[in-house]
């Protein structure tokens, strides 16, 4: 079945560190990617999105580009700041599967000044 | 921006007693997720409506849980009766399927239930 496996949390970088959070996923077709970002106490709000192989989704700064050889959808940042601080999730769905999200177990990100 | 809304923000509750959260979709959108989340098992779908009508709702207890849609602009989600294990933040999610893709989804800010 489908499944999305991100890296391990927590990670803690520096202020204007560079960024990697590790995604793969398993899908039986060919799905949508997304990353969502949580900051404390809130919901769940969509960073970037790609829709096909090589496409890169990009916002604020994150990117990600889905690459179907590896099945992979890493996220970085050339330049963390603190309020970067939050949940990142990664997250896949697919028409085979009606569209439902399969989300990665969150890996936590703290920024320090 | 358009928004989920979702009530109550907060809950508590004594074990035993009927619960009913509610949300709001986007005006427009079609489809409609909850999702719970807890530390320990991290987000979990619960069920989830395309255009009202119910198409999976195999990750929720079905002793105790219920959802429904009553119109496009409410979704609700019932525990009747709560149990303590029920406490997690409860996450309603609404998009829009157009031709088989996925353009995201969007949060509300979750309901927090807490049952002693």
């Known amino acids: 079945g489908d499944s999305v496996t991100q890296m391990e949390g927590p990670v803690t970088l520096s202020e204007e560190a560079f960024l990697t959070i590790n995604c793969t996923y398993t899908a039986t077709g060919y799905p949508s990617l997304f990353w969502y970002v949580q900051y404390p106490g809130e919901g769940l709000q969509l960073l970037l999105k790609?829709?096909?192989?090589?496409d890169k989704g990009s916002n604020k700064g994150f990117e990600a580009t889905y690459r179907k050889e590896t099945t992979s959808f890493h996220l970085e940042k050339g330049s963390v700041q603190v309020s970067d601080s939050a949940v990142y999730f990664c997250a896949l769905s697919e028409l085979l599967t009606g569209n439902q999200f399969y989300f990665g177990t969150g890996t936590s990100l703290t920024v320090i000044p | 921006d358009a928004r989920v809304t979702q009530t109550p923000r907060h809950k508590v509750t004594e074990m035993g007693q009927e619960v009913t959260m509610r949300c709001q979709p986007i005006l427009g959108h079609n489809t409609v997720f909850w999702y719970r989340q807890t530390m320990m098992q991290g987000l979990e779908l619960l069920a989830y409506f395309r255009n009202r009508a119910p198409l999976d709702d195999s990750g929720m207890p079905k002793d105790r849980f219920s959802a429904e849609m009553p119109d496009a602009t409410l979704a609700t989600l019932k525990i009747q009766p709560s149990e303590p294990r029920d406490s997690a933040v409860y996450f309603c999610?609404?998009?829009?399927?157009?031709?088989?893709?996925?353009?995201?989804?969007?949060f509300g800010s979750g309901t927090r239930l807490t049952v002693v």
């Open positions: 999610a609404s998009g829009f399927d157009r031709g088989g893709t996925n353009y995201g989804y969007t």
């Open positions: 790609a829709t096909k192989a090589d």
